[in-house]
Structures are given as C-alpha cells and as structure tokens.
C-alpha cells in the first residue's frame, strides 16, 4: 500500500503556560477552538496532514507544558524536533520577556539548524495588547526568524503560520525523505600507512 504521505515533519511548540499552545494545535489539527483552559500535562501530539509545494507533508505537532516542573519531561523532546514554534501571549508581558529563556532551552537542546518560529496568540484580545508588535518583529529578526500574530480563537494565521514552518523545513532539507534523516553509522577502515 502506498504511504499517505512524502515526509513527516516533528514540530514541537514551547512557551509558557497559559499562552495558548493546546488551543493552537487543536485549532491547527481539529479546527476547532475550546474555551475551557487545562494545562498541559507532560505532553501531547496531534497529527495532521497538508499538501506544501506539492507534497504531503504529515505534521506530528507535539503540545509541551510550559510550567517548570514538567521542564525535565520537555527537554527530551527537543531532540529530533524539526521545527519548534515559540509562542508567547500579546496580552502577557512576562509570557514575551520569556521568549530569550526558551530560545536559550532550544540552543541547550535541539538539533542544530533546527528550524524556528515565533508566534504571538491571542491577537484577537486586541484591547488587553501588553506586546507592541513591533517588538516580537524585531526579536524575530534578531534571531533570523519569522514571526506572526495568531488567535486559536479567531483562527487568525494558525495554518499560514504552521504551513510556513513546515515550507521552510521543506526547503531546508531540500525535499528529500525526511525520514532518512539520521546520520549514517560510521565503519571502521584501515587506511594505507602512507596517509
């Protein structure tokens, strides 16, 4: 049988609790939104599936808590991640100063190269804006990343936002099979003593 899909990307979503994670993925997966607020124990996926550049690309789009007891459990699934959407609330100004905390957990933890995003949820709250977008902009482009403003309530930009990630993934790995990614094993040869 042939697969469903070209390539599977890992994307994984950090930022603090409360900011919105849960509520964007499942708006991203299910197109759905949910009012009612549970944080986030340990960690969750959803999967879905998007046509990019005329490929099926399956996300698996893993949901981290973001209070720090459950620190230990995330850090091990940075590795392997492939892309690592950074979300902060526009209406929640430590949620934002918190960013350079957890660009600093992906440096201490992901794969090298490993593509990145920022995203600032709950744009719809316009009234309460705490973050001038301006700011985000700018920290985007300090850290050569994109950035955009979302709402998983409004579904403003969730599926622009995770289709560009997963386009600049796409991209940067040239649309090879993404699965074959691992590094080779590496054999022992003698080499002629005149090397």
Known sequence: MAKAYDHLFKLLLIG???????????????????????STIGIDFKIRTMDVEGKKIKLQVWDTAGQERFKTITTAYYRGAMGIILVYDITDEKSFENIQNWMKSIKENAS??????????????????????????KLAREHGIRFFET?????????????????D???????????????????????????
Not at 151 to 167: G, H, I, Q, W
Not at 169 to 195: F, M, Q
């Open 169 to 195: 993934i796409l991209l940067k790995s040239g649309g090879r099979r993404s699965e074959c990614r691992e590094r080779p094993k590496v054999g022992i040869t003698t080499s002629s003593p005149h090397a």
């Open 112 to 137: 090298a190269g490993v593509q990145r995003l920022l995203l600032g949820n709950k744009c719809d709250m316009e009234a309460k804006r705490k973050v001038r977008k301006e700011q985000a902009d």
């Open 151 to 167: 709402s998983a309530k409004s579904s403003t930009n969730v599926d622009e936002a995770f289709s560009s990630l997963a386009r």
């Open 16 to 38: 603090d609790s409360g900011v919105g994670k849960t509520c964007l993925i499942i708006r991203f997966a299910e197109d759905n939104f949910n009012n009612t607020y549970i």
